[in-house]
């Protein structure tokens, strides 16, 4: 068993940078891959970036690449979602999820664990 809490939404304006946060207790971190998902009112929730559990290849939606970056400490058992250059279609829930031994994959159901999420809410 797995628990995951995320951290460090909020509100912020056009072009600026957040930092999310997922830290992780129960069981060896390492043991997992970890993914970011969002999901906004009344849409479907969608991947967002990951970090495969063993070398930490990573992955991300066409529209974050360049400007979202994922990583993990696995000393922290903390995973992270750097944010740059938010736009409002970024508003949304942010969830991070885990997969024992998972590769990183985009599909929801590949992963066993979820947190409740944290707001990410990007003013124009």
């Known amino acids: 068993q797995v628990q995951l809490v995320e951290s460090g939404g909020g509100l912020v304006e056009v072009g600026d940078s957040l930092r999310l946060s997922c830290a992780a207790s129960?069981?060896?971190?390492?043991?997992?891959?970890m993914g970011w998902f969002r999901q906004a009112p009344g849409k479907e929730r969608q991947f967002v970036a990951s970090?495969?559990?063993?070398?930490?290849?990573?992955q991300y939606a066409d529209n974050v690449r360049g400007r979202f970056t994922i990583s993990r400490d696995d000393a922290k058992n903390t995973g992270y979602l750097q944010m740059n250059s938010l736009k409002p279609e970024d508003t949304a829930v942010y969830l991070c999820?885990?997969?024992?031994?998972?590769?990183?994959?985009?599909?929801?159901?590949?992963?066993?664990?979820w947190g409740q999420g944290t707001q990410v809410t990007v003013s124009s």
């Open positions: 970090i495969a559990w063993s070398g930490g290849a990573t």
């Open positions: 999820a885990a997969a024992i031994h998972g590769i990183g994959s985009r599909r929801r159901d590949e992963y066993d664990y």
């Open positions: 129960g069981r060896t971190f390492s043991d997992y891959a």
